[in-house]
């Protein structure tokens, strides 16, 4: 039958494979924006390029790739809970200073 859950995973590009793994393991990841840490679901606190290096290692998305979706995840879909138009502004100042070294990069 067409159009069936796994035929439209197998329709989909290896780069969105790779974005939905990388989306899989950020779901329950928070972000400390002033110590430039992601928290994992265990309280680990990690640098975007040890995120990059665990995706990887676990899901085997190229580690560049997985940095540069880590920052895409950073910079448009994170979104924090809780904070005030204020609080949001700076959360998004804050992030923005984070990722700018990650612009030449990418």
Do not use: C
Not at 36 to 55: P, Q
């Amino acid at each position: 039958m067409a159009n069936e859950p796994d035929d439209l995973f197998f329709d989909i590009s290896e780069f969105q494979r790779d974005l939905f793994d990388v989306l899989d393991a950020l779901e329950r990841a928070s972000v400390d924006a002033r110590e430039r840490k992601i928290v994992w679901h265990d309280g680990t606190r990690l640098s975007i390029e040890d995120v990059a290096r665990k995706i990887h290692s676990e899901s085997g998305v190229p580690a560049d790739m997985v940095q540069s979706h880590v920052v895409g995840w950073l910079e448009m879909d994170y979104e924090p809970q809780g904070l005030d138009e204020n609080r949001m502004e700076e959360f998004e100042q804050l992030i923005e200073l984070w990722i700018a070294p990650y612009d030449d990069i990418e």
